[in-house]
């Protein structure tokens, strides 16, 4: 053991550490999307068997969520900064929310 001296190499002493967060982050919100796909599935299933009388209004906000997770996951594909690809992320959950 040296006094004064790192034993082994920081990580982030790496030129490429930005880029291998950037897949990371990215890797992680493609997984939450297909979460929420999942989850907007069974609301999906479970609505179809208990909301009878409000069916056409109930769908038209499944499609639209679907298309908000279409649309999320094409932005996750595109490349953008990282400010954009944030603000994108921002406007997928937001417009889940307002669904």
């Not at 291998?20 to 179809?48: C, K, M, N, Q, Y």
């Not at 932005?75 to 307002?98: D, I, K, N, Q, T």
């Amino acid at each position: 053991m040296t006094l004064g001296t790192d034993s082994a190499p920081r990580p982030d002493s790496r030129p490429d550490i930005r880029e291998t967060d950037r897949e990371a982050l990215s890797a992680r919100a493609r997984v939450g999307l297909w979460v929420v796909l999942v989850a907007i599935a069974a609301f999906t299933l479970a609505d179809l068997k208990l909301v009878q009388h409000d069916l056409p209004s109930m769908l038209l906000v499944r499609v639209v969520q679907l298309a908000l997770i279409g649309a999320a996951s094409l932005a996750l594909r595109v490349h953008m900064s990282e400010r954009r690809r944030a603000a994108s992320m921002v406007a997928f959950v937001s417009g889940l929310y307002v669904t």
